[in-house]
């Protein structure tokens, strides 16, 4: 093979896992928001287990899950804070801002008493709901509507995608960089100040959310 075609070989495949991880990132941004809906179901199944061994397994199962996926879904939009990515490939012109809330959201779970704290709760709701529509929409609406129509599509509809809309994509990417950035510090702050503090263990089942 020629370099050029080994270096073609890399910029497909380069292409081909972050068109996967950017399609998946939908799928993990509706499970994430369910699975934080779905908190005051699952507090209150806990009640229907005859044994607390089992209502304890069920509760840290459904934590662990939610957070995971949480965390997972950060983690793919790392994407989003590569200027060079933003602007080859079509993804969605606000996925940074998405992954700025989803960074918000770890934050919030790491500051307040977890889900025993109803606001904080609030707040990760509303949170998760305004990232999945700065991403969802875009994407559905932008990224594959392009795919589809091509050229046929109005002006408004190529605006929210980052590869036809570098103008707003690429500061956009830093300014979501830049958040993740304050907040990172802002956890970092938080964890060090709380090394010399002896911190209350929090209920493992907390009430249902009205």
Not at 11 to 31: D, K, P, Q
Not at 56 to 72: G, K, M, S
């Amino acid at each position: 093979m020629t370099p050029d075609q080994v270096s073609g070989l890399f910029s497909a495949g380069e292409a081909f896992v972050e068109g996967t991880i950017a399609a998946a990132l939908v799928v993990l941004w509706l499970l994430v928001l369910a699975l934080h809906l779905g908190r005051p179901y699952m507090a209150a199944t806990t009640g229907k287990f005859t044994l607390r061994l089992g209502a304890d397994l069920w509760w840290i199962i459904y934590v662990a899950v939610r957070d995971i996926f949480t965390v997972q879904v950060f983690l793919g939009s790392f994407i989003f804070f590569y200027p060079d990515v933003v602007k080859a490939q079509d993804l969605p012109v606000t996925g940074g801002l998405a992954a700025a809330c989803a960074f918000a959201v770890l934050l919030i779970k790491l500051v307040t008493k977890g889900d025993g704290d109803r606001r904080g709760y609030q707040w990760q709701i509303l949170l998760l709901a305004v990232g999945a529509t700065l991403y969802i929409a875009p994407y559905l609406i932008g990224v594959q509507g392009t795919q589809l129509h091509g050229a046929h599509l109005p002006g408004i509809v190529s605006a929210l995608v980052s590869s036809s809309n570098p103008d707003l994509a690429l500061p956009l990417c830093y300014v979501s960089a830049a958040l993740v950035g304050i907040m990172g510090i802002a956890a970092a702050a938080y964890n060090l100040r709380q090394t010399g503090v002896r911190r209350p263990a929090a209920p493992a089942i907390p009430e249902t959310t009205r």
